[in-house]
Structures are given as structure tokens and as C-alpha cells.
């Protein structure tokens, strides 16, 4: 009870300094208490949505999928005889059955051709109104649609876009395009995460969607009173027989949640470990605030020990205090947490995916981990400077605070941090002379591991030596203010040590990052040029976008172009000259033109003869793997048409970026084999211009893909300005989760400096009280901590420079052989650590420059 007592008066004595530890548990719990509180919400609100939207049972066409997607390589979906749905109704324990039709490979647009597409994402849906649809829609105003010339909207697209019953909306499949006009809109009965939802009758949406009618895509069935689901499946099932997939409503809905929650779970594991980061770095402020009170009161411990306390008591009033504060943090993180999640879901809205508070889901598990989380790394955290609280010998309280160095401990901690500095080298040596990437990235990580922990380990070291460089040449041009303010960084290498690693871990990052995407992009970048052979690309904005045969002949009537290729995917099954089976492969098929469009290099063979007919070509690899040489027979077995033996006229190197790993036929060949009905449109087109009307050319393409605003036509700067944007968007969006760590790792120098004032208070009024003013002494404080914060930034980029150059050497394995080092971005990080130290000076320098000189000095 004593210890206690002791423990809670020391916490609350010293509350003040305890704040910024507790802010960095409380971010770091708040990130991961909202990352868990989003997710779940999401789980819950597409649970509801698929539970609400399923039919008791569903009878889908064959070569559906378990989701019920409609998206295909043909750009029609999957659709069964009308007369179906006569037979489900005979089915025993029917209710009721109704035929359904929809897809989502269609482009919906307005009057001014601008796309109704959800910018998130989600799907664009375009169907039939039907009985099943009103369950969880109401008609807020016009009718729902009645003939050709009738469409019905969602309320939620309506309001994003601005339309009012009357608006013309043009929909684009691959039958045609078809305009309607808006009779009437519809509000989502359940929270609708981000679909836009189109509504046509019945006999239109087959039209519009498959081009005839007497065909569904689903049949929607409900069981009579007291019939259950699965008996219902069963009774359907026995009286169509097989060829259709028949599904309860809870099949259905799991299907649905899996191929959602395999997304979510990439979002909430990736936000998860940044969290992670930020609690790395936050064990940093919490072990230099304990181990600055612990000397702090190095006299208090000693009369402790003096009067009788044990070791283990003074241990435990340490931890107890770090207990304390890690239930507190945690605490105020979990409800922060909560309101980080319903931030993330207004910004979620305002991309376009709609999520309602009232589906706000706090799980029992959400606190509890929070606590357990928080707590844990507070308490793990602390007992370092608790283990060196209890070896205070009771002589200490004869001493002036501050516990002197244990330079046995030093010397032993430099030579663990050196070994695992060095064992991290060389493991990021071996990654980057590796010959398989696979095996590279193994030993990457564990270098990356080991290096980051020696240099933290071997931090103070470090410290002794670059504070004094850095002091040489940033600080002693400040005069005497500059040299104090360079030894006090160097009066506990230690404390400097920690406080720089915590800054350098999320700037390591940020550099090793920054690295891998500019070698990225300069390599790709590299690549077109020396590969792409044609000027202008044409595709959709989506990956699931495919081109139709209208646009396709529009591109080719286009003026000033000498030659248009096609490009299309098919999915197949291969059976190889060594008896096995490659299953799911895909084989691209393009026209012969393509061999000239791209560069592909080839280590047998020449790739325009794989255009022959009949003809193929395989990648290296594949080859190696199923002993394939110039003039093999491989069975390629179409998934939508029948069996083709194919003789290989070519093999592709493995040294390539676009196209990497493809086997490619002619159109020609794959027509043979599959019918014109399942023939996949267009992946790609690609164009080139005649001679000397390139502008011209590309002008007009532009005007040609305004009838279908989902295509895109660039030319070769555009698509190296697009992939450098996509990769820039990526890296911003990381740079965001570290902006966490980073902030974190502010609080952590702001604590130091503030801690470190309170200790060198009868210091500061002796120099005070000697002639050194304010002004002086709050350049010495900001002066200090601009080191400090350079020191870690020096360490930081370095590190993640190496990563990164590491990194890219796998990268080159795979054709990203260009090395880039970004150096406006690095030398910006570098300049911003300095200001960030200036930034986190600013109010311990002003409390030490307020401190009563004569009571400065008063102070034992």
C-alpha cells in the first residue's frame, strides 16, 4: 500500500511531465482503436447490405460467380432461358420466383457525356426493377420505369450528380448505347457503401444489357411459410438439375462479405502497422521520460533506499507509475480512437463510399486490445529505467540528482549495437548481390531489422560522434550560445541517442520508400521508351473496363492513323510436352502488329512469327519449367471455346517490365477456337499515327472517345505521367500513416527538452544570473534541439537510402534496373527535420526563458 501511495504521489507530482508520454500512448492506441472501430463498421454495413439484397434463394446462370459480379471478358453477363424461372415455380416450397437481369459492364452517363460512375470504386449497376430491389428501395419521387424510354436512379447518385426526373442518361454496353430519361428516384432503405444503381423494366434491360430479350441473369426465390432456405435450395436444385448455380441467401451474402473483407483486411492490417510504428516510436519517449525522472530524483530514491525501501519496491513504484500512465493513455485513446473512425468514414463519404454513424460498431475486442496494447508497451517500456531506479544506493541521497553513467554498459551496448549494425549490412549485402528476388527479400527484411535496431542500439555512440561534426558546423557560428548548446546535447549521449532514433525510424522510411517509387518510375519509365513502339494507348479507367466493338471500329475509322492494334485476354488451361497441366493461365491475343507496337525481346525465335496461325509463344520461365523449345506442341484448352494444339514459333525473355511473363497468339488463332458470341472484347487498343500527324491524330482520338467518357487515349507522356501520379498517390498516402510516427517522434524531442530544462534548472538560473539573457538562452534551447532533430534525420535518410538502394537491386531482377535517388525530396526532409526541431523547441525554450532567476538558483 505504501508503494502505491508513493507511486500515485510521484505520478501526479509530476503529471505534467507525464503529459506528452501520455499523448504519444493515446495517438498510438487511437490509431489502432479507430483502424479496428472503421473496419468493423465496414464489415457491419456490407453485412447488412448483403443479408438485406439476398432472395431466399438465387438461381444464377452458369459461369456466374459466388458474388453474383456480372463483370465478364465478352461484356455480357451470364444469362439462362426465361423458361427457368417456370421451373423454380413448380419447384416444391416456392413462394414466389421472379427473373432477374443486370450487369455492371456498362458506362452510364448524363447529357453533357460526363461520367455517373462512383469515384470510390464501387460498382455501377444497371438492371431491372423488381420485387426484390423494392424491398430495399422506396420510390422518393416520379414512378418507377415503365417502357424504353424510362430509367429510375438511386437518391444518393441523383444528389451527387444533379439529377432531376426528366435528365437524359445514356448507357453504354456492349450491345450499343441507349438513352432514357430519369422517372424517378429511389432512396436506399439500407446504407449504401458507394453503388451507383440504374433502373430499367424488365424487357429494356435485356435488350440493353444482352441485346435480346427471353433471358435472366438470376432468379430470385421465395420460400413458402415454414420452408427453410436450405430445403428450399434443395427442392430448386432437384427440379432443374444441374447446370445452374443455386445459392441461399446466406451463401450468397458470405460470398459477398469474402470477396469484401479480403480488401478490408489488406486496409486494416496495413493501418495496423503503422500504428505499430508509432508505438516503436513512442517506446522511445516513454523510456527517456522515466530514465530523465529516475535521475531526476536520484536524491529521492536514495533517502527511499536510506529509510529502508527495497529494490524491488523502488522497481515497483516505477512501474506502477508507468502503469498508471498506460491505463490513462490507453483510456482517452480507445474513445479517441472512436472519433478517428467516424473521421475516417465522413472522409470516406466524401470520396464517394458512404458509411452511416448509425452502423458505427465498437466491438468488445476494440477496448480491450487498446488497453492491453497500451499498457503492455507503456509498462515494457518503462522497466528499463525502473531496473535502474532500484539499483540507486542508498548513498545516492548524497549526491546531486543525475545517476551517473554506467560506462561498463556502454561499452558493452556499443559492441551488440556494432554487431548487429554489421550483421545487418551484410545481410542487406547478400539481398542485393541475390539472383532470385524471392530469396533477395528474405534476406532484405532481416537486414532492414537488424540494421534499424543497431542503429538504436548503437545511438549513443553515434550521438558522441555526429553531434559534434554537426555542432562544428551548424552551431558554433552562434558563438558561445552554439557551443553550450551543443554540449548540453552531448552531456547524455544517451537521451540524444533515443530521442534522434525515434525520429529517424519514420524518416527512414519516408527515404527508403521515396527511393524504391522514384526507381520505379524512372525504370518503367525507361522501359516504354526503349519498348513501346506505338504512340498512342487506349484503354479503360477501370481495370474491369473493357473496349467494345463500336468504339473499337470508331478508333479504327479515326483519321491521320496508319495502323490500330487489338488486345484481348483469354483464359485457358495449358497441357505441356512434359505431360502436365498449367491451369488458369492466360494468353494474350493481340493482332500481328503488335510485335511492332512492343519491343519484346526474345531468347529463341522471333515474336512475329508467333502471330502465325496455330502459332504461340511462351515466356523464359514457363519454357524452363515444362521443357518447351522452337517447334513444341502445347494443347491450349480455352475456357469459352474448344481445344487448340499450338506450335511454339517464340520464347520471351523474362528480362521485361511491360508484359512480363505473357504468351501471346494472334486473334486470328484464338477466333478458331472460340466462338464470336464468347470472344472477350478488347483489353487494349493501340494506335499509331501517320508520319508527321501525331497532334492531329491524337486530337482526333480524343473527340472519337468522347461518345464513351470510361476510355482514356495517352500517349507516351501521358502514361508516364499517369503511372508516375498513380505511384505518387500511393507513396503520399504512406507518407500520411508516418506522419503519425513522425508526430510522435516530435512529442518525444519536445519531452526531452522539456524534461531536460527541468533538470538543468539551478544550471540555467546560475547563467541567469551571470549575464546570459533570455534571448540567449532560448537560441541555446531551439539551437540544441535543431541538432538533435538533424542528428536523427542524418541517421534516418541514410538508413532508408540503403534500404531503398537495396531494395531497388531486387527491383532490377525484375526488369526495374534503374537506380534513383530523389534528391529534392530527401534534401526537403532534411531542411524540415530542422525546422521541426526549431517547431518543437518553442515552449521549453519559453518556460526556461520565464523562470525566476532567483528561484532557478534556490532549487536543490
Not at 237 to 255: F, I, S
Not at 355 to 370: E, F, I, K, Q
Not at 483 to 510: S, W
Not at 823 to 851: E, K, N, Q, Y
Amino acid at each position: 500500500m505504501t508503494v502505491l501511495k508513493t507511486s500515485l504521489r510521484n505520478f501526479f507530482a509530476h503529471k505534467g511531465r507525464m503529459a506528452l508520454s501520455a499523448i504519444a500512448v493515446l495517438l498510438s492506441v487511437a490509431f489502432v482503436s479507430g483502424t479496428l472501430v472503421f473496419t468493423d463498421t465496414m464489415n457491419t454495413t456490407f453485412d447488412k447490405l448483403f443479408q438485406a439484397t439476398a432472395a431466399d434463394v438465387t438461381v444464377a446462370a452458369k459461369g456466374s460467380s459466388d458474388t453474383g459480379e456480372t463483370t465478364s471478358r465478352t461484356g455480357k453477363p451470364p444469362v439462362m432461358p426465361a423458361s427457368v424461372v417456370g421451373t423454380v415455380r413448380g419447384a416444391q416450397g416456392v413462394q414466389k420466383a421472379e427473373g432477374t437481369v443486370f450487369s455492371t459492364s456498362v458506362t452510364v452517363i448524363d447529357a453533357h457525356r460526363d461520367k455517373l460512375s462512383p469515384s470510390s470504386g464501387a460498382p455501377t449497376i444497371v438492371g431491372n426493377w423488381n420485387s426484390n430491389d423494392a424491398r430495399t428501395m422506396k420510390i422518393s419521387s416520379g414512378t418507377a420505369p415503365k417502357g424504353p424510354d424510362q430509367v429510375m436512379v438511386d437518391a444518393d447518385t441523383a444528389s451527387k450528380h444533379h439529377l432531376k426526373l426528366g435528365d437524359d442518361i445514356g448507357m453504354i454496353s456492349v450491345v450499343g448505347t441507349h438513352h432514357a430519361r430519369v422517372s424517378g428516384i429511389a432512396d436506399f432503405q439500407v446504407t449504401n457503401p458507394g453503388a451507383a444503381i440504374f433502373y430499367l423494366d424488365t424487357r429494356t434491360a435485356q435488350q440493353t444489357l444482352v441485346g435480346r430479350t427471353g433471358v435472366y441473369t438470376n432468379v430470385d426465390v421465395t420460400a413458402a411459410h415454414g420452408v427453410t432456405n436450405d430445403q428450399l435450395k434443395k427442392n430448386v436444385t432437384a427440379a432443374l438439375g444441374g447446370g445452374y448455380k443455386v445459392q441461399t441467401a446466406k451463401e450468397v451474402a458470405d460470398a459477398n462479405q469474402k470477396s469484401v473483407a479480403s480488401f478490408l483486411n489488406v486496409m486494416k492490417y496495413a493501418m495496423l502497422g503503422f500504428a505499430g510504428i508509432a508505438f516503436l516510436v513512442g517506446i522511445f519517449l516513454i523510456i527517456n521520460t522515466f530514465s530523465m525522472l529516475v535521475a531526476q530524483r536520484t536524491r529521492e530514491i536514495g533517502l527511499m533506499r536510506a529509510i529502508g525501501s527495497s529494490r524491488k519496491q523502488v522497481n515497483r513504484s516505477v512501474l506502477i507509475e508507468a502503469l498508471l500512465l498506460g491505463v490513462i493513455g490507453s483510456v482517452l485513446g480507445v474513445g479517441a480512437g472512436v472519433g478517428i473512425a467516424v473521421g475516417l468514414m465522413k472522409l470516406m463519404g466524401q470520396m464517394g463510399m458512404h458509411l452511416s454513424t448509425d452502423d458505427l460498431t465498437v466491438a468488445w475486442t476494440t477496448p480491450v486490445v487498446g488497453l492491453l496494447l497500451g499498457v503492455v508497451v507503456t509498462v515494457l517500456a518503462a522497466y528499463l529505467p525502473a531496473r535502474r531506479a532500484g539499483k540507486v544506493s542508498p548513498m545516492a541521497a548524497l549526491r546531486d540528482a543525475g545517476a551517473p553513467a554506467d560506462a561498463r554498459a556502454g561499452a558493452i551496448r556499443a559492441v551488440i549495437g556494432l554487431l548487429l549494425t554489421a550483421g545487418g549490412g551484410w545481410c542487406l549485402y547478400v539481398a542485393a548481390t541475390a539472383d532470385k528476388a524471392k530469396a533477395g527479400s528474405g534476406w532484405l527484411g532481416l537486414g532492414v531489422v537488424a540494421t534499424l535496431i543497431g542503429f538504436v542500439v548503437i545511438g549513443p555512440l553515434l550521438a558522441a560522434g555526429l553531434v559534434r561534426v554537426l555542432g562544428a558546423i551548424m552551431l558554433r557560428i552562434f558563438g558561445p550560445v552554439g557551443r553550450m548548446a551543443e554540449r548540453n546535447a552531448l552531456r547524455n549521449p544517451r537521451r540524444t541517442g533515443a530521442t534522434g532514433a525515434a525520429l529517424m525510424i519514420g524518416l527512414a522510411l519516408v527515404a527508403c520508400l521515396s527511393v524504391v517509387g522514384s526507381s520505379m518510375v524512372a525504370s518503367a519509365t525507361d522501359q516504354l521508351d526503349k519498348t513501346v513502339g506505338t504512340d498512342f494507348i487506349i484503354q479503360g479507367d477501370q481495370e474491369y473496363t473493357l473496349i467494345n466493338p463500336q468504339m473499337v471500329k470508331k478508333i479504327k475509322d479515326t483519321p491521320g492513323l496508319e495502323r490500330v492494334t487489338e488486345y484481348k485476354l483469354l483464359d485457358a488451361d495449358l497441357s505441356t510436352p512434359d505431360g502436365r497441366v498449367s491451369t488458369k493461365e492466360t494468353i494474350n491475343a493481340a493482332d500481328p502488329t503488335y510485335a511492332q507496337d512492343l519491343r519484346t525481346k526474345t531468347v529463341a525465335g522471333n515474336l512475329a512469327d508467333a502471330y502465325q496461325p496455330d502459332s504461340m509463344s511462351v515466356f523464359e520461365g514457363f519454357a524452363k519449367k515444362h521443357g518447351i523449345k522452337l517447334g513444341s506442341t502445347v494443347a491450349v484448352d480455352f475456357k469459352d471455346g474448344t481445344t487448340a494444339k499450338l506450335t511454339v514459333r517464340a520464347i520471351t525473355s523474362d528480362d521485361a517490365v511491360v508484359d512480363k511473363g505473357a504468351m501471346y497468339v494472334s486473334i486470328a488463332t484464338a477466333a478458331k477456337y472460340v466462338p464470336a458470341g464468347r470472344m472477350p472484347l478488347d483489353q487494349l487498343v493501340f494506335a499509331t499515327a501517320k508520319d508527321g500527324q501525331e497532334a492531329a491524330a491524337y486530337k482526333a482520338l480524343k473527340s472519337t472517345l468522347r461518345d464513351d467518357p470510361a476510355l482514356t487515349v495517352r500517349d507516351q507522356t501521358d502514361y508516364k505521367k499517369a503511372l508516375k501520379d498513380q505511384i505518387g498517390q500511393l507513396l503520399n498516402m504512406i507518407y500520411g500513416l508516418l506522419a503519425l510516427a513522425i508526430i510522435v517522434a516530435v512529442l518525444g524531442v519536445v519531452n526531452t527538452l522539456a524534461l531536460s530544462v527541468v533538470e538543468r534548472t539551478r544550471e540555467i538560473g546560475l547563467m541567469r544570473a551571470i549575464g546570459l539573457s533570455r534571448r540567449q538562452l532560448r537560441r541555446m534551447i531551439r539551437l540544441e534541439s535543431v541538432v538533435i532533430a538533424v542528428f536523427g534525420a542524418l541517421l534516418g535518410l541514410g538508413l532508408g537510402m540503403g534500404w531503398g538502394a537495396t531494395a531497388q537491386k531486387l527491383l532490377a531482377l525484375e526488369g526495374l534496373k534503374i537506380l534513383d535517388i530523389p534528391w529534392p525530396t530527401i534534401i526537403t526532409v532534411f531542411v524540415a527535420s530542422a525546422f521541426v526541431g526549431l517547431f518543437a523547441a518553442l515552449i521549453p525554450a519559453f518556460r526556461a526563458g520565464r523562470m525566476n532567476v532567483l528561484n532557478a538558483i534556490a532549487t536543490d
